[in-house]
């Protein structure tokens, strides 16, 4: 079954950068889409961004553009989110999402389209 294991999240001072990892074991196909969502205390999940690990095609909130950066290392199966130019409006838990066996990132992308979530990681910008 596919687990999605995220690691890399910590406090940071605001201007800071912080990168993020996302183990995806267990897919069938090489192709996925995985996603970064993110959540404050008492708010819903939040899209970050998202990319197809086959294309490598990637999607960003607004809020993120030119600041995060999402990647994939296809042969170790990790997805990264690279965030730079911190701020604590950045301040949530961050969960890596996995989409269906198979299928590709389409763009918006919502919590009900992920079926697999991982634990998530503190990111706190001070």
């Known amino acids: 079954h596919v687990q999605l294991v995220e690691s890399g999240g910590g406090s940071v001072q605001a201007g800071g950068s912080l990168r993020l990892s996302c183990a995806a074991s267990?897919?069938?196909?090489?192709?996925?889409?995985i996603a970064w969502f993110r959540q404050v205390p008492g708010q819903e999940r939040a899209e970050v961004a998202a990319?197809?690990?086959?294309?490598?095609?990637?999607y960003y909130v607004r809020s993120v553009q030119g600041r995060f950066t999402i990647s994939r290392d296809k042969a170790k199966k990790m997805v990264y989110l690279q965030m730079n130019d911190l701020t604590p409006a950045d301040t949530a838990m961050y969960f890596c999402?996995?989409?269906?066996?198979?299928?590709?990132?389409?763009?918006?992308?919502?919590?009900?389209?992920?079926?697999?979530w991982g634990q998530g990681t503190q990111v706190t910008v001070s």
């Open positions: 999402a996995g989409a269906s066996d198979g299928e590709a990132c389409t763009y918006p992308f919502r919590e009900r389209d992920f079926l697999y």
């Open positions: 267990g897919y069938t196909y090489s192709s996925n889409c």
């Open positions: 990319i197809s690990t086959g294309s490598g095609t990637t």
